[in-house]
């Protein structure tokens, strides 16, 4: 029998952290994060194991929580580099 593992309490935490994003900001982050995380992850694996699109379930508990907490350190990046950007385009230089 498969036991496959969801991390509820990661997904719930990822989620609260996207909360305050628009959709569009969500998708592009999501998506950016998603396809660092598969090329890290297919750099250390073989090439029988190699991943296509981010797994949901994963059969060992270290395997998911690794890759749940890394998500989640990449996703805090990522916003905090998008909001960078958004305050950097407001400052304007007073002469």
């Given amino acids: 029998m498969n036991k496959f593992i969801r991390i509820k309490k990661y997904r719930d935490e990822l989620n609260?952290?996207?909360?305050?994003?628009s959709f569009n900001e969500k998708k592009y982050i999501l998506k950016k994060v998603d396809t660092r995380i598969?090329?890290?992850?297919?750099r250390l694996l073989?090439?029988?194991?190699?991943?296509?699109?981010?797994?949901n379930k994963f059969k060992d508990e270290k395997t998911a929580n690794i890759m749940h907490?890394?998500?989640?350190?990449f996703v805090r990046h990522e916003i905090d580099e998008?909001?960078?950007?958004?305050?950097?385009?407001?400052?304007?230089?007073v002469k």
Avoid: C
């Fill in 69 to 73: 907490l890394g998500r989640i350190i």
């Fill in 38 to 42: 598969i090329k890290s992850s297919n």
């Fill in 46 to 55: 073989e090439d029988k194991d190699k991943f296509k699109k981010l797994p």
């Fill in 82 to 93: 998008l909001y960078k950007a958004k305050r950097s385009k407001n400052i304007r230089v």
């Fill in 16 to 21: 609260t952290i996207l909360s305050s994003l």
